[in-house]
């Protein structure tokens, strides 16, 4: 079946503006920490809100089948509404502690209906050569992610709120065209009865269960770096008496990471999705390991390694996505990319607590080296048998 040509960007332009939101606090960090009064420790917990909401959020996703059972195009553009009308929570005047981390709990719930089911669409369109388009699929994420960073870094508005205002814009954007210009896939095919044992069933499945295993180890280490990359450059500020731009040089690692996801996606159709992602792996893992030496380095290197960082830490997300797309049956691709969303996130969010706790015990470049066990025991369980996708 010939489709029209303007579906993949659309999916893309999507994911990328609804998906804008999910950093935005952590954008806007100094800002929340003045308005709200609290410390440092904010910094975790910003994050940790987001990503626990995005938790929950697929885990009821995946336990009900939403993405399979229901149009998973209306489902996106629901759940870009609803959080849009989360993040512009952040614009209240006299926001509490509580209600701050209640928005970035609904925001990040609802992510969970934006990012796993753009996957489900993209996988609804691509029989063949979804690691391609998945490639450019998840880039748009990564671009979204850093988006806020660069409104920031850019200094539009002294008034932070104009991050929260264009990130809720975007998304009620993101979500109409979604809805409006992408009608349900060619090889979509629903689920019409609700199994709940359904996911528990999948980790039968062995080339399910390592390439799921593989995006935990990414994950463990891939959002706890995208968090604490602007502490990693101001503490090498305060190292050398520098005075590097933090959020724009933000905004340019992760947005590296959407790049090469795009390019991963090309160079998986010669090679395969698992080359790409171990490769991917094993290299962000050893940058894990050297990254205390990162801080004795001139500015240049030091930007250079974490450039490089960005790269890599993100270029193999897509492509497990793929490998688990591809294990399932078709009527399940939506629930098995939401539950190992799930789990994935589940694990991000121990790491990030793990860096926030060590913030105050050990020298602070050497606070990314716990990151590296995810890629360590990622490499362990792609090396198996069994998962020739």
Not at 86 to 110: K, P, Q, S, Y
Not at 241 to 252: D, H
Not at 321 to 335: D, F, H, I, R
């Amino acid at each position: 079946m010939k489709q029209k040509h303007f579906i993949l960007p659309v999916i893309i332009i999507s994911q990328f503006a609804c998906t804008s939101s999910w950093f935005a606090g952590n954008a806007v960090i100094d800002d929340l920490i003045l308005k709200t009064g609290l410390g440092t420790e904010i910094i975790g917990y910003v994050l940790s809100s987001v990503q626990i909401g995005f938790i929950i959020g697929t885990l009821v996703f995946a336990l009900l089948m939403i993405a399979d059972r229901y149009s998973p195009t209306k489902v996106f553009m629901i759940c870009a509404f609803l959080a849009a009308l989360c993040n512009a929570v952040l614009l209240a005047g006299d926001i509490t502690n509580a209600a701050l981390f209640m928005a970035r709990f609904g925001t990040g719930f609802f992510l969970a209906g934006i990012y796993p089911v753009g996957m489900k669409i993209a996988a609804d369109y691509y029989e063949q050569g979804l690691g391609k388009a998945l490639g450019y699929l998840v880039g748009a994420l990564v671009l979204g992610t850093a988006f806020p960073h660069l409104i920031q870094g850019l200094e539009l508005s002294e008034d932070y709120t104009i991050v929260i205002k264009i990130t809720s814009l975007l998304s009620i954007i993101g979500g109409a065209s979604m809805f409006f210009l992408v009608p349900n896939g060619p090889y979509r095919k629903p689920s019409k009865v609700l199994q709940l044992r359904a996911g528990i069933a999948l980790f039968r499945i062995p080339a399910f269960k390592k390439a799921a295993v593989g995006y935990f180890g990414h994950m463990w280490e891939l959002y706890a770096f995208w968090a604490f990359i602007p502490f990693a450059i101001k503490t090498y500020n305060s190292l050398h008496n520098n005075q590097l731009p933090f959020s724009i040089w933000t905004f340019s690692i992760i947005a590296l990471g959407g790049v090469s996801c795009a390019i991963g996606g090309h160079i998986s159709l010669k090679l395969g999705s698992k080359k790409v992602a171990m490769a991917s792996l094993l290299l962000s893992g050893l940058l894990c390991i050297t990254s205390p030496f990162f801080f004795s380095l001139p500015s240049y290197l030091f930007l250079l390694a974490f450039c490089l960082w960005g790269i890599f830490v993100a270029s193999d997300s897509p492509q497990f996505s793929t490998l688990v797309a591809n294990a399932v049956p078709l009527q399940l691709k939506g629930t098995a990319l939401t539950l190992v969303n799930c789990i994935g996130f589940s694990i991000s969010i121990i790491s990030i607590q793990l860096l926030t706790y060590w913030l105050d015990v050990i020298d602070p470049s050497y606070i990314f080296t716990f990151l590296s066990l995810g890629p360590i025991l990622g490499l362990l369980a792609m090396r198996k048998r069994g998962l020739n996708i």
